[in-house]
């Protein structure tokens, strides 16, 4: 397949993921990314916050880079076309992956664009509440995209481009290198002794292009850790540091996932189709951090470990499962006579396009199944007409089903459906048209049902939520009627206050950030929490619960909270009723005036 036609494959599924799932502007990462970009373009603001200090510590060119573009063109702009950027990166070298191990741009699409429309790849990872593919453009995103490039150098057997490539995107993302460190130096050391001048030259070349990242951010010299700095990164946020943070459902299906890779290794040497072993050797290396990160989790979590957060390392681990499940499934499907192979292959292919990876399980009972009984099952359904009425009958009734039934799974039996009324309709020498056919079809179903709650359809600017945007305008009104030394405190969430209204905020959950930066902070942010009701003893609390936490708490105590820090608003939520007359409401929020 040539270049250009996968480089065009490549972009149509970068597009469609972008309008599928949209670009989403000050939410989630943006709540503390954005209030630097301001800090970055102003350094007027912001007085007497201590968040400020951490943004001098933030060890990433990306928002500098923003800040100095804003100059040229409006900051949201900026961060779309990095966002636009990033996915065009991302899926090229995705594209460039699959047409080295596929050599066929039918199923290159097909295997991108179940990529592009899968929910599970654009949701947080379940083992350590990472990125894969985000509407929330960060430069996290961005260095994801380029380590794929990495790796596919890696796959060429270009170490050294390999490696520059990751010294690069050391200072945009520097966790994402470390993790990247393991498949470099297991690619390193398969080549040392045939050619060591190239592994030298590949180390040294990284080496000087990351140094001045090292030098400038003080990378060799980490802060001094006050006693409390594990417990309160464990308070604000567990899920990227152990394992036993996160709902039993999540472990299943991260770890089911990773376990379905490794199986469908072992069908495939036993069916004897090709195997790729540079992806094998990709999956293994990443999940040797990931490995050490559940570990160490458990009970040696250490202050240099826990900013390691080396269970992030999924994102790569769950993407290269993925990616294996489907080019050895589309191998499966298509290379055997066997209908148990071709049902294994084109499972295995869809698995990402359904909600929480339903239709996994699926592939494991296929797995376990005796392939004679599935095979004499079938031809006895091949041979009765009215079996296949019957059975068709049942797959349009389960279809109809789906719209009505729990709105999660409905994808899940749309392409359940789609797999088994395939495999009705297969005939050995049209099985590679019925696997496209039926995997278009499954892709476009899915696709078609995919949208953000704020459009009516596919959009790639997502507006705000309605709640959303009752605390944009609370934000709004703070930064055009108040002074910009003016501070405020504030639901513990949402977070995000400083981003639109360019004040000085206390009492988020989210300034917990600022931990990783500066850990001095470590005290401070559990003083914080306390005083607006976060019992600190327990590891996290639901953000949900935040809220009500918050929503519940007494006049007396939130005005005595703000005398005490010397705090000039108080902003609650509106359905609280305090004698205080408040200076501003919206439907869902209130600011009150701190009085002497």
């Known amino acids: 397949m040539t270049r250009s036609r996968t480089f065009l494959i490549s ?29 970055l373009r102003n350094p007027a603001l912001y007085p007497n916050d201590p968040l400020k200090d951490s943004f001098t510590h933030f060890p990433t060119v990306f928002w500098i880079l923003v800040s100095h573009l804003s100059h040229y063109m409006d900051q949201k702009n900026v961060i779309l076309l990095f966002f ?75 170490i050294e481009i390999a490696t520059i490539i990751a010294a690069i995107t050391i200072y945009f993302e520097a966790l994402f290198v470390l993790y990247t460190a393991f498949p470099i130096g297991f690619f390193a050391l398969r080549q040392i002794r045939k050619r060591p001048l190239r592994v030298v030259i590949a180390g040294v070349s990284g080496l000087v292009v990351a140094l001045p990242y090292l030098i400038y951010f003080r990378m060799y010299d980490p802060p001094p850790f006050p006693p409390n700095f594990v417990h309160a990164l464990l308070n604000f946020y567990p899920f ?57 989790g458990f009970k040696f979590l250490t202050p240099n470990l826990a900013r390691a957060q080396l269970l992030r390392s999924d994102t790569f681990v769950l993407l290269y499962s993925i ?32 909600d929480y990876l339903g239709l996994l399980w699926f592939l494991y009972i296929l797995f376990a199944l005796n392939e004679n009984t599935l095979e004499s099952v079938y031809q ?21 089903a789906a719209g009505l ?84 405190l504030v639901p513990t969430f949402p977070g995000g206050f400083r981003t639109f209204s360019e004040r000085t905020s206390y009492g988020e959950w989210k300034d917990g950030t600022a931990i990783y930066l500066i850990p001095s902070f470590s005290d401070e942010y559990l003083r914080r929490m306390r005083e607006v009701g976060i019992d600190t003893s327990n590891h996290w609390i639901e ?32 359905d609280a009723r305090y004698p205080d007359h408040a200076i501003y409401s919206n439907s869902r929020y209130a600011v009150y005036k701190v009085r002497p």
């Open 84 to 158: 636009a950027i990033t996915k065009l990166l991302f899926f090229t070298a995705l594209g460039r992956i699959v047409d080295r191990v596929i050599r066929d741009w039918k199923a290159t699409a097909v295997i991108l664009f179940c990529i592009a429309v899968s929910p599970f790849l654009n949701d947080y990872t379940p083992l350590a509440a990472s990125d894969i593919l985000n509407s929330v453009q960060t430069q996290t995103s961005l260095a994801i995209a380029l380590l794929l490039w990495s790796a596919v150098f890696l796959i060429e057997d270009r």
């Open 380 to 400: 006895s359904i091949r041979r009765s007409t009215t079996s296949r009425i019957v059975l068709v009958s049942v797959l349009l009734l389960a279809l109809s």
């Open 543 to 574: 953000l949900k619960q935040m809220m009500k936490n918050y929503d519940r708490l007494p006049w007396e105590q939130l005005l005595k909270v703000a005398q005490t820090n010397k705090l000039d608003y108080i902003v609650q939520f509106r």
């Open 240 to 296: 990227h540091l152990n394992l036993q943070s996160h709902a039993p459902y999540e472990l299943i299906s991260g770890f089911g996932l990773i376990a379905a890779a490794f199986w469908m290794i072992r069908v495939t040497k036993k069916a004897g189709t090709a195997r790729y072993q540079e992806l094998e050797w990709l999956l293994i290396s990443y999940s040797i951090p990931l490995v050490l990160g559940a570990l160490f």
């Open 405 to 488: 039934a729990y709105k999660s799974w409905s994808s899940t039996i749309v392409v359940l459906c789609v797999v088994l009324a395939s495999s009705v309709f297969n005939v050995s020498q049209f099985r590679q048209a019925t696997m496209l056919i039926a995997s278009a079809l499954a892709i476009l179903m899915c696709a078609v049902g995919i949208s953000p709650d704020t459009c009516s359809f596919w959009c790639l600017d997502v507006p705000p939520t309605p709640l959303e945007r009752d605390w944009h305008d609370v934000q709004i009104w703070a930064k055009d009627n108040t002074p910009v030394a003016a501070r405020f």
């Open 323 to 354: 990616l294996i499940l489907q080019v050895y499934g589309l191998q499966l499907a298509r290379s055997t006579n066997s209908i148990h192979y071709f049902l294994v292959g084109l499972t295995a292919l869809l698995v990402a396009v359904t």
């Open 11 to 39: 972009a149509g599924a970068a597009i469609a993921n972008s309008f599928i799932y949209g670009f989403v502007y000050g939410a989630e990462n943006h709540e503390f990314d954005l209030p630097l970009l301001n800090w």
